[in-house]
């Protein structure tokens, strides 16, 4: 059977039924359950710092009714860190390659904050889309402008992600192909490949975690435009 390069996104099923629901379910396995212990070990102090770091940075530009959102945007962050972090393992299935599963991520999140402002402060929300001073003559194209821009939002939360997570496994998988293959012929261009396979490795590290942020950073913007 001939695989090509892209057949590591195509979701893994076992006797005909999709396993990506276990894919995307597995990292919640791997956090430490809280218990009542006075005393934690350094793995449940570290994941607390964690929490509270990333809380700490989505919740200081909001006020606090947009606190109430803490917990999701907190949640999806750490969930996307995990599986986004977890795809890099060889043998694994990144479900955030998915154009489909980060639409459906994207789109209800930035659906209620849309809603949340309309419900709020409709005006204001509304005026986003005609800024003060345009010329009469300019409205409806900018309104017409600015309302693609609105919705085209979720489509450019799910396309970046994927795009991102995509190149980078795409490249990885090329260079590491490149490294097997010469390895016979040409050995010291092939340590050469194997150090731009590692450097690479480190830089699709950087981008999962950047990645998970700039998701959740934007959900962040777009309910502090609404509240």
Do not use: C
């Not at 606090?64 to 949640?75: D, N, Q, V, Y």
């Not at 609105?150 to 980078?168: D, E, H, Q």
């Not at 590491?176 to 092939?190: D, E, K, Q, W, Y």
């Amino acid at each position: 059977m001939n695989l090509s390069f892209f057949d590591q996104f195509s979701s893994p099923s076992l006797l005909g039924i999709p396993l990506i629901l276990i894919a995307m379910t597995f990292p919640a396995l791997l956090l430490p359950s809280p218990d009542n212990r006075w005393v934690t070990n350094r793995l449940s102090t570290l994941q607390l710092w964690f929490i509270n770091l990333i809380t700490k940075q989505l919740m200081t530009p909001l006020n606090k009714e947009g606190h109430k959102w803490a917990l999701i945007l907190t949640s999806l962050m750490i969930f996307l860190l995990l599986i986004n972090l977890l795809g890099l393992l060889p043998y694994t299935f990144t479900p955030t390659t998915q154009l489909s599963m980060n639409l459906a991520l994207a789109f209800p999140l930035w659906l209620a904050t849309l809603l949340t402002g309309l419900r709020n402060q409709p005006s204001t929300s509304l005026g986003h889309l005609l800024p003060e001073g345009t010329p009469t003559l300019l409205i409806p194209a900018l309104v017409l402008i600015e309302t693609t821009s609105l919705l085209i939002r979720p489509l450019a939360l799910g396309v970046r992600l994927t795009a991102n997570l995509t190149a980078g496994h795409l490249l990885i998988q090329l260079i590491s192909t490149a490294t097997v293959a010469l390895f016979s012929t040409m050995p010291a261009v092939s340590l050469l490949t194997l150090l731009v396979l590692f450097l690479l490795t480190i830089l699709e590290v950087a981008v999962a975690m950047i990645q998970a942020y700039v998701f959740v950073l934007l959900l962040s913007l777009y309910l502090q435009e609404n509240i």
